[in-house]
């Protein structure tokens, strides 16, 4: 299976010829991963980052009641890692499941530390990916902290204006942190304010 939108991804972000992006994308594995499946389980090591080329993911994980809190989602062109279990070696506290029959790039994380070791523009890169990353999780904690549930819709609707009709309205409510109940009363508002 051709890696093509992974391949314009690469070519976008590393600004490399593409003969050293041909060479990444044989030694990554394409995959197809049918709903419901996971590609990470709680406890286990994380030793890959996911790209999304199509279909939609979770990362989530679930408290000792069973209740699920849904950390992100990934639709496609973005990628997901559990980067506390990649950089430290520690089992993840998340899993990564398949929303949606889903075609994923799968990057071997000592791959990319071999990458990185032969081209600058590949740590630039993956510096970026980490501000970025680091950025989204201050201003998440920043809205569940401080932001009514009506903000923390809005701006999960400007982060993910393509996943409202592909994802069940308990797992918004999770990412957000309301109940359903919750979030139906903000969808209302919202509809009788317009």
């Known amino acids: 299976m051709a890696h093509n939108y992974f391949k314009k991804f690469l070519l976008l972000h590393l600004k490399i010829d593409e003969s050293k992006i041909d060479a990444i994308l044989k ?6 991963v049918h709903k419901d499946d996971f590609l990470l389980r709680a ?29 992100s989602f990934a639709p496609e062109g973005w990628l997901v890692t559990d980067r506390e279990s990649v950089f430290f070696n520690e089992p993840s506290a998340y899993n990564i499941q ?16 071999r990458i990185a070791q032969k081209a600058p523009n ?21 809205l569940l902290l401080s932001a009514t549930a009506e903000e923390r819709y809005l701006k999960f609707v400007s982060m993910y204006p393509n996943i409202l009709q592909r994802v069940p309205q308990s797992m ?23």
Do not use: M, W
């Not at 994923?104 to 990319?112: A, F, G, Q, S």
């Not at 309301?178 to 919202?190: A, F, G, H, M, Q």
């Open 43 to 71: 406890n286990a090591h994380c030793k890959h980052t996911f790209f999304v080329e199509k279909g939609l993911l979770r990362q989530f994980s679930t408290d000792d009641k069973g209740k699920e809190h849904i950390i």
């Open 172 to 194: 918004i409510a999770s990412y957000l942190g309301i109940t359903p109940e919750s979030l139906s009363r903000v969808r209302r508002e919202l509809t009788n304010k317009t």
């Open 98 to 113: 398949a929303l949606e029959d889903s075609q994923v790039v799968i990057i071997d994380d000592e791959l990319l530390q």
């Open 27 to 32: 030694k990554s594995r394409h995959s197809i």
């Open 122 to 142: 590949f740590v630039r890169f993956n510096s970026r990916l980490l501000h970025n990353h680091i950025r989204h999780l201050q201003q998440r904690i920043n």
